[in-house]
């Protein structure tokens, strides 16, 4: 089973990437955001708890995003692998991540860091920001914060991927095409 991360800040492109992955190599997307998403348009009360960290431009807790997805993995038993996107964030989901798969025979074949500077990062959100009508997308003070809090909290998760040889980086400024040739030349070569 291929199990992938898809890895890097809010905006550098990993829904983008990981929609032509999944096409490519047939795998199951699981998206942090889209999750959080369907919680939110549906007003539930994980909705409304994720909401109040994310106004924040704070990541959920982890113990709710990991309940999450352990259900949508045992809701998919049949698949050729799956494309984490947005998760881990922490060291700690991280540690829970593999402990999951690793129970279930599985581990994650490599975490793919899309590599993209803080100023091309507010740019590109505020210019979804115009079009998504998120409130988190059109204020500039929270994106910074949201590219800060990745800073502090995730980059220990590619270091815990390092550390076991699977931390990879790849460029992520350039067209489409071109960043998704750098992430299948780095895929194929796990397989």
Excluded: W
Aim: aromatic share 8%.
């Amino acid at each position: 089973m291929l199990n992938l991360i898809l890895f890097g800040p809010p905006g550098s492109g990993k829904g983008t990437q990981a929609a032509k992955l999944i096409e490519k190599y047939n795998l199951f997307h699981i998206s942090t955001g889209d999750m959080f998403r369907y919680e939110l348009s549906n007003n539930t009360e994980l909705g409304q708890l994720a909401r109040s960290y994310m106004d924040k431009g704070q990541l959920v807790p982890d113990s709710v995003t990991i309940s999450m997805l352990q259900k949508r993995v045992e809701d998919n038993p049949n698949v050729k692998g799956f494309i984490f996107d947005g998760f881990p964030r922490t060291t700690a989901q991280a540690e829970a991540l593999d402990t999951f798969l690793s129970e279930s025979g599985q581990s994650i074949a490599g975490l793919i860091e899309l590599v993209v500077n803080e100023d091309e990062i507010v740019k590109r959100i505020l210019l979804r920001g115009a079009s998504s009508g998120r409130a988190d997308d059109n204020d500039e003070a929270i994106i910074r914060n949201r590219f800060e809090e990745y800073r502090n909290k995730t980059t220990p998760v590619g270091i815990h991927y390092a550390a076991l040889g699977k931390a990879h980086k790849i460029e992520g400024v350039g067209s489409i095409e071109e960043i998704f040739d750098k992430l299948c030349e780095t895929i194929d070569s796990l397989q």
